[in-house]
């Protein structure tokens, strides 16, 4: 669940920031509205300032835990656990396997730019 919210929380800040919204008053919103939670308000520094907190849990880690959970579900789907993973696994990809697993926000929103900047 928390690399599933990990996850719409990098989607909405790379939204937000396309749209030419601040990452930090989407990241308040974000924490002010219906679907905040404690893990906000922790991650608000990484979210924020990718590199700049400490590293709470890896990247490889959370992709290789979720790869156990897809493994041990069988022939239960798990779509969002493996859309959590395949943005994991982009990240690991993009040299950030040992940066806190909200590095999948940096990833997203370096995308995003290069998305905007070809159109």
């Given at each position: 669940m928390i690399a599933a919210t990990s996850q719409s929380v990098a989607e909405a800040l790379?939204?937000?920031e396309i749209s030419g919204i601040g990452r930090a008053a989407a990241y308040d919103t974000l924490a002010a509205s219906a679907v905040s939670s404690p893990f906000l308000g922790y991650k608000r520094?990484?979210?924020?300032s990718p590199g700049g907190a400490?590293?709470?849990f890896t990247t490889a880690l959370m992709s290789k835990d979720l790869a156990l959970a897809i493994g041990v579900a069988?022939?239960?789907p798990l779509p969002v656990t493996a859309a959590a993973k395949?943005?994991?696994d982009a990240a690991c990809t993009a040299g950030f396997s040992d940066a806190d697993f909200a590095s999948v926000a940096h990833v997203l929103r370096q995308s995003a730019s290069q998305a905007a900047s070809s159109d």
């Open positions: 790379a939204l937000a520094q990484a979210f924020l400490p590293v709470s069988g022939d239960v395949q943005a994991l």
